[in-house]
């Protein structure tokens, strides 16, 4: 099983990236997918997320700015941010998970940094 993140980088504040998780090896349409993050010195938190079934779920801080998506065909889970802040800085993981069985996986990460 593989996710593998992409799109993360350095931007200004008031910039867009859109971060994507592939995903291989899993039936990707009975996962829940969250996107986490984990700034230096924090811990990990979740910053959004969505079900096998698309509803999605998102961090207070990050309600309005950021959306949650995924393309079952693709097995490819999206996280589009916009109006970044310096705070948004952190490693940004994908997580897949299938509760009803058990399984949990984790991508590499990819950092985000936001400059002010």
């Known amino acids: 099983v593989q996710l593998v993140e992409s799109g993360g980088g350095l931007v200004q504040a008031g910039d867009s990236l859109r971060l994507s998780c592939a995903a291989s090896?899993?039936?990707?349409?009975?996962?829940?997918m969250g996107w986490y993050r984990q700034a230096p010195g924090k811990q990990r938190e979740l910053v959004a997320s969505?079900?096998?079934?698309?509803?999605?779920n998102y961090e207070d801080s990050v309600k309005g700015r950021f959306t949650i998506s995924r393309d079952n065909a693709k097995s490819t889970v999206y996280l589009q941010m916009n109006s970044l802040k310096p705070e948004d800085t952190a490693v940004y993981y994908c997580?897949?998970?299938?509760?009803?069985?058990?399984?949990?996986?984790w991508g590499q990460g990819t950092q985000v940094t936001v400059s002010s």
């Open positions: 997580n897949a998970v299938w509760s009803r069985v058990g399984l949990n996986y």
């Open positions: 969505i079900t096998s079934g698309g509803s999605t």
């Open positions: 090896r899993i039936t990707f349409g009975n996962y829940d």
